[in-house]
């Protein structure tokens, strides 16, 4: 059956730009950044394929990368999602027990005023981090561990009874008065955040206090492989992307040069996805943080130039070599909107293209007006769009 044949060598490719759905700017002349950067790949497959609204956010969890992903990748949320440390744990080759939960652990910078003044830390380097925490384990760890991230992100790992806390993520206080955790939990993360000043101090960098959050059991999540019977693998500098790939037994690419920043290599994340493609991968995801950063930033400029990377880096190149190699699939969406007026996400629905390169679709336009008005699906359900015996365009 050619079907059958062709659905077997099908290649299927996720592009993930974070946070780049946004809302329209005066200084776009009312457009969005969507709108106004040019892209003529993606007009092309839009016009081909088919748009449409995806609520990757659902109701009730924060408008996290960690929540939007985990839709994309073709899981509810709602059903899998435990807290944002267990991923991150996950990307870091932790296995936590039944008996644990593991919190996020932020190196910031509290003054003495108790106001949040960086959330980051001064944004040390991973190398910088390491021994603080090292320090941190020695001095206050036992019933609680202390392991070492990325940057100013790093993970505790505690005593499942330590779960039952309110805690606010440290970006959501920035420049306001420090809310520490409530509810049963709350003394013990208090005494170990007090009683980390004088460990962090001692280092004379400008973090000087940990702040636990985002804390969640391990997910049981089923791997990808089980649920949608295919080999799937991503490229991703952000360890909550990666840690759901370690949690759904994906294929992690390390690639030199993929970053969390404007410096990223957006044509060494196409080469690997077409690497991986061509060698027997055949859902490949690849998510580039440049456009969220620049939408905390409130960076215009940079938001428009990261598209525009992704059109000429990635798309371009990446479609030309999709037709040659066969019949293939895309679908292209970001895991929750990160206006650039806000600086901050929203759990507003975002624009999503599904692209099928064996069969025209109605066409469209991959923008925030254009889809404005057609009905919201669920984010969790496109994946198995995607890869579904159906074309889903
Ligand atoms: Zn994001």
Redesign the pocket.
């Known amino acids: 059956m050619p079907l059958a044949g062709s659905l077997q060598c099908m290649k299927y490719v996720v592009c993930v730009p974070?946070?780049c759905a946004d809302e329209p700017l005066d200084a776009l002349g009312g457009r969005t950044p969507l709108e106004a950067a040019s892209m003529p790949t993606l007009r092309a497959l839009a016009l081909r394929g088919k748009v449409g609204r995806a609520a990757v956010i659902p109701p009730g969890l924060p408008p996290?990368?960690d929540v939007?992903?985990m839709s994309i990748f073709g899981y509810d949320p709602a059903r899998f999602h435990t807290g944002r440390a267990p991923i991150e744990a996950a990307s870091l080759g932790l296995k936590l027990g039944p008996d644990e939960v593991a919190y996020r652990c932020n190196l910031v910078t509290i003054d003495a005023q108790d106001t949040m003044v960086d959330f980051s830390g001064g944004h040390p380097t991973s190398d910088d981090a390491a021994p603080i925490i090292k320090a941190i384990d020695e001095a206050l760890g036992g019933e609680v561990r202390f392991y070492p991230g990325v940057e100013y992100r790093h993970i505790m790992v505690a005593p499942s009874s330590w779960v039952d806390a309110e805690c606010t993520p440290p970006h959501d206080l920035s420049d306001k008065a420090a809310v520490y955790p409530v509810g049963p939990a709350a003394p013990k993360l208090r005494a170990l955040m007090d009683a980390s000043r004088d460990v962090v101090g001692a280092f004379g960098l400008k973090a000087n206090q940990i702040w636990l959050w985002g804390q969640g059991f391990q997910p049981q999540m089923p791997s990808f492989a089980g649920v949608f019977g295919r080999r799937a693998a991503l490229t991703s500098a952000v360890d909550l992307v990666r840690g759901l790939g370690v949690l759904t037994d994906m294929a992690v690419i390390d690639v030199p040069g993929a970053t969390a920043g404007y410096d990223n290599d957006y044509g060494a994340q196409r080469d690997a996805a077409l690497n991986a493609l061509r060698n027997g991968t055949e859902v490949f995801i690849i998510h580039v943080?440049a456009s969220?950063e620049a939408g905390h930033a409130g960076d215009l400029a940079e938001k428009i130039r990261s598209l525009e990377l992704w059109d000429s880096e990635i798309l371009a190149d990446l479609v030309r070599e999709l037709d040659r190699m066969g019949p293939w699939r895309m679908l292209l969406l970001?895991?929750?909107a990160?206006p650039l007026h806000l600086k901050t996400?929203t759990s507003d629905p975002v624009p999503y293209l599904l692209y099928d390169s064996e069969v025209a679709g109605p066409g469209g336009e991959y923008s925030e007006r254009f889809v404005a008005s057609t009905p919201v699906v669920a984010g969790h359900d496109l994946m198995a769009q995607l890869v579904g015996a159906e074309s889903p365009v």
């Open positions: 974070d946070g996290g990368s939007g992903n943080e969220d970001p895991d929750h990160t996400h």
